[in-house]
């Protein structure tokens, strides 16, 4: 099945700078990559997917890049904000299911 | 925006007993889920189901728990002799194709077992 690491596990970034989070997959043949923001003791929530046929995809502040020769992913977060302090979860989709990293605590400091 | 829902957003136990969590997928959805995340780790898949039978489960998912869909709206989740080791958040989840599409997920039902 698949296998996804993710990097770091913990970030402290000051407010207005950026944050990246990396993440690898060993599955060859999977095409769907979301990343997902929970805050404490919510649900998960999609913030931006990319489908294996794209590079980059940017919404507003956010933008994910793939690299499927070197099978990792990334999320990059611009002009960081209070609100982004949350933790983040990429995903791999395997055959049907998503399967997803160890995930990465955000803490923006002020 | 639609929702998953899920109830009841909290449940207590004692060890033994058998549980059944609730889900309401999204009405045009045809794939559902299952995941659990114990506090402090990774969301962990479970239990996929489509066309009312299991499609994929994880090593996870043994004897001790089953799906079903007992009705057009409702997909529940029944752990039959419950352990310690299952207390955890379980996220109910659905989307209308099983691949390359936004995974809906619930609010959570946060069971633990005493």
């Known amino acids: 099945g698949e296998n996804v690491e993710q990097h770091p596990s913990t970030l402290s970034v000051q407010e207005g700078d950026s944050a990246v989070i990396k993440c690898t997959y060993s599955?060859?043949?999977?095409?769907?990559f979301p990343w997902y923001k929970q805050e404490l003791g919510k649900r998960p929530q999609l913030i931006i997917d990319?489908?294996?046929?794209?590079g980059e995809k940017k919404d507003q502040r956010i933008a994910v890049t793939l690299n499927k020769t070197a099978k990792h992913f990334s999320l990059h977060i611009t002009e960081t904000q209070p609100e982004d302090s949350a933790v983040y979860f990429c995903?791999?989709?395997?055959?049907?299911?998503?399967?997803f990293g160890a995930g990465t605590t955000v803490t923006v400091r002020a | 925006e639609p929702e998953v829902t899920q109830t009841p957003s909290h449940q207590v136990t004692q060890m033994g007993q058998e549980v059944i969590l609730r889900c309401v997928p999204i009405?045009?959805?045809?794939?559902f889920y299952w995941y659990r995340q114990i506090l402090g780790q990774k969301v962990e898949f479970l239990v996929s189901?489509?066309?009312?039978?299991?499609?994929?489960k994880s090593e996870i998912f043994d004897d001790q728990f089953s799906v079903e869909r007992p009705d057009g709206s409702n997909f529940t989740l029944k752990i039959r002799s419950t352990k310690l080791e299952d207390s955890a958040m379980y996220f109910c989840?659905?989307?209308?194709?099983?691949?390359?599409?936004?995974?809906?997920f619930g609010s959570g039902t946060q069971l633990s077992v005493l």
């Open positions: 995903a791999a989709e395997d055959d049907y299911k998503l399967s």
């Open positions: 189901f489509y066309n009312n039978e299991i499609s994929e």
């Open positions: 599955d060859s043949a999977s095409n769907y």
């Open positions: 990319i489908r294996s046929n794209v």
């Open positions: 009405s045009n959805h045809l794939y």
């Open positions: 989840a659905s989307r209308t194709r099983g691949r390359g599409e936004k995974l809906f």
